[in-house]
């Protein structure tokens, strides 16, 4: 039955594990797949791929650099696919650009899904997973993503996900600050500020914290001193308002229809948090806790102070009580004078730092 044929489409490379896993995820919900390595010793390539394609109602286009690259075959797929008028469903696996025959496309991502070890995020995938199989059940239509493209060009985001793979596969200890982590996210308070020495493992335990909680982490910022753009206030507001975009329904729809989305910069970073974050967020009413964590944050302070601080100290009574953030960085004066009234605490000193270099090394 062609209704439930779908063809995969992708650039052969690290992602091989996930795809595989999803076709066979696709099988077990009754669609019939066709992935390429279930083909390979079976005659004319060609002819087995052209006839898998024009059987098929659902054509799924795992975007990645090999699968958009000229040189790949990918692209010759994409062509018969909109030839045969299939229904052509981009599905993320990086940030490359979709190609302009489908640039209109909404597109589905699998990024936010996948874990460092080549796996996927379980719970960020299983509903990855689910909003596919209603888009293939014709229980929802993908549409089109002007809006999209409007919102990535207007608040120009930058990923902080390649940053999070450092840690995974060798991280250890830290129990004692997950569970402060924890206890804040089931309190009234917003602000958890994590202080702690230069390389005492700050940046790890945030990237950890992505992978422990994945469902609980909406947006993750990691600071940078020797990058402009990662210590720009206003860089670091429109990327956390796009990774909450991604995972708030309600909120990316506001976003796309705020009437100065295409002047944000020309706000100074106060209005632009009350204009992104506090005035559209407060209108949602979020079912759970949501992190925003923001890492290394005293390599934004200049001359005495730090803008984010500040934004925040003057906007705490009306940050929505689901979104809670999770900032780390050294005990500056300049952060340490805002955050000490305003957040939860929890100080990384150097016998708790000793007691997990044991573990570690154990």
Same mark, same amino acid.
């Given at each position: ?176 600050? $997950? ?5 804040? *996210?089931?309190?009234?308070?917003? %602000?958890?500020? !994590? #202080? /702690?020495?230069?390389?005492? +493992? ?62 944000? $910069? ?5 209005? *632009?948090?009350?204009?992104?974050? %506090?005035?559209? !967020? #407060? /209108?949602?009413?979020?079912? +759970? ?74």
């Amino acid at each position: 039955m062609k209704d439930r044929n779908v063809f995969i489409s992708y650039g052969h490379g690290k992602h091989d594990g996930v795809v595989k896993r999803l076709a066979d995820d696709l099988r077990a919900l009754g669609f019939s797949v066709f992935l390429d390595v279930d083909y390979l010793k079976k005659g004319d390539w060609e002819a087995i791929i052209d006839e898998h394609i024009l059987a098929s109602r659902y054509f799924l286009f795992m975007v990645s650099a090999r699968s958009v690259s000229r040189e790949g075959y990918c692209l010759n797929e994409l062509c018969r696919a909109g030839e045969n008028k299939s229904e052509i469903v981009p599905i993320l696996l990086d940030d490359s650009l979709l190609p302009l025959s489908i640039n209109k496309h909404q597109r589905l991502s699998l990024i936010p899904s996948l874990a460092p070890d080549g796996g996927v995020v379980e719970s960020v995938y299983k509903n990855f997973l689910q909003s596919l199989f209603e888009i293939l059940s014709g229980k929802a239509a993908l549409g089109f993503s002007s809006g999209e493209d409007r919102l990535r060009a207007a608040l120009k985001p930058i990923s902080s996900k390649e940053l999070t793979y450092r840690y995974y596969a060798t991280f250890c200890g830290r129990h004692d600050v $997950f569970r402060a982590v924890e206890q804040f *996210l089931e309190s009234e308070r917003n %602000i958890f500020w !994590l #202080s /702690a020495g230069a390389g005492t +493992g700050k940046t790890a335990i945030s990237s950890m914290l992505t992978w422990r909680y994945p469902a609980s982490v909406g947006a993750a910022h990691f600071c940078k001193f020797n990058n402009s753009d990662r210590v720009n206030p206003k860089v670091i507001i429109t990327s956390i308002a796009y990774q909450l975009a991604e995972v708030i329904a309600p909120y990316h729809e506001k976003l796309t229809t705020l009437m100065e989305l295409d002047t944000l $910069f020309e706000k100074n970073a106060t209005r *632009l948090f009350e204009y992104l974050i %506090i005035e559209p !967020l #407060s /209108a949602i009413d979020h079912d +759970g806790k949501l992190m925003v964590i923001i890492d290394a944050l005293d390599e934004c302070s200049w001359r005495g102070s730090n803008e984010i601080c500040t934004i925040l100290q003057r906007t705490k009574d009306n940050l929505p009580k689901w979104l809670k953030f999770v900032l780390t960085s050294r005990n500056e004066s300049a952060i340490r004078r805002i955050l000490l009234p305003i957040a939860v605490t929890y100080s990384l000193t150097a016998d708790k730092t000793e007691d997990n270099l044991r573990e570690y090394y154990r």
